[in-house]
């Protein structure tokens, strides 16, 4: 029963290094989310997608790439990491009826120094 | 644009007492509604929905939340807190129109006090 599992868990990166942190859900979902979340603060929207192939900016898409070649997969890149970009990042994923709720994963902690 | 508001940034109440965690947005449409709670290094967890019918909704820990049409409003409720909700409660909307995107509000910490 693993619902959306986002690895690592933990990352320290230097400033202009890059990474991808990866999320993996196994309901079939079409939809899949990133959010980022400041501290004391609510949830931003990076990118978004509704389905294999196709993806979206959503508020706050600078300094990151997604790619979605599977329904299961939903990598976000991070290009020359900065500071600014320290923050909790949350992959979501739910299907798309309209009712239905969003899912998330437990959260990746980057720290960009 | 959709919003999502929850006014309050922190909401204190003493164990045994009702709480009330506030909720308005504003959307085109008629919207669906949720609750989520966070707790401290854990991600967003779903609570409650409101999707149509009875305006008072019943969900996961004994919260429910009332969906006010008039007053675009969907104030999460508990009649009596446990220290054990002390938690960061996030409001979302999902728009007919735009079954893509969940817009949530900025959180409102709850804390119980023994």
């Known amino acids: 029963n693993a619902g959306v599992t986002q690895t690592p868990k933990f990352r320290i990166l230097k400033i202009g290094q890059s990474m991808t942190l990866q999320c993996a859900q196994d309901?079939?979902?079409?939809?899949m989310y990133w959010y980022r979340q400041d501290p004391g603060m609510g949830l931003k929207l990076i990118y978004y997608?509704?389905?294999?192939?196709?993806?979206d900016k959503g508020e706050v898409p600078n300094g990151y790439n997604v790619s979605r070649s599977t329904t299961e997969d939903f990598p976000l890149r991070l290009e020359l990491a900065a500071p600014s970009q320290t923050s909790v990042y949350f992959c979501a994923s739910t299907r798309g009826d309209s009712g239905n709720t969003i899912y998330f994963g437990e959260g990746s902690w980057l720290t960009v120094v | 644009a959709q919003s999502v508001a929850q006014p309050e940034d922190q909401v204190n109440v003493a164990e045994g007492n009702p709480l009330t965690v506030k909720c308005t947005y504003s959307?085109?449409?008629?919207?669906?509604l949720f609750w989520y709670v966070q707790y401290p290094n854990r991600g967003l967890q779903f609570l409650l929905k409101?999707?149509?019918?009875?305006?008072l909704v019943k969900g996961s820990y004994g919260f429910e939340a009332e969906f006010n049409k008039s007053q675009t409003s969907f104030h999460l409720k508990k009649p009596s807190a446990l220290v054990s909700d002390s938690a960061l409660y996030f409001c979302?909307?999902?728009?007919?129109?735009?079954?893509?995107?969940?817009?949530f509000g900025s959180g409102t910490k709850l804390n119980v006090k023994p």
């Open positions: 997608s509704v389905g294999a192939g196709i993806t």
């Open positions: 309901m079939n979902h079409n939809y």
């Open positions: 409101y999707i149509t019918g009875d305006n």
């Open positions: 959307v085109s449409g008629n919207p669906y």
């Open positions: 979302a909307v999902r728009v007919r129109v735009n079954f893509n995107k969940f817009y």
